[in-house]
């Protein structure tokens, strides 16, 4: 009997995706993804969202990733980012109640400068 290997660029539902714990390399908690973004025109993911802060929900606010910045540990079910907390509450985010508006380019390219990404639509 033959052993299946795993397909290691396998698909994921993005509804499983959400809520899966986001770390740093050294394992501190980041947060959690809290949605996906998809650029519709080409299929890309533009985004994770991850929430970050507050307690219990009250005052977390939500970052915008490059996806591209995430390394996924398939054994621990978890995203890491290579960046420190500190960095993380300096980078641009928003109030969960009030997203920035995805129709700004020059929003768009703060958030890829900001993590050092290469556009995604270039």
Known sequence: MSKVRAFKHAPIRASNMIGTDVVNPKGESLGEIKEIVIDPYSGRVAYGVVAFGGFLGMGEKLFAIPFGSFEYEAKK??????????????????????????????????????????????
């Open 77 to 122: 079910n978890k995203y890491v980012l290579d960046v420190t907390k500190e960095y993380l509450k300096d980078a641009p985010g928003f109030d969960p109640a009030h997203w920035p508006p995805m129709t700004e380019e020059q929003w768009h390219r703060g958030v890829y400068k900001y993590y050092d990404r290469p556009l995604y639509w270039d």
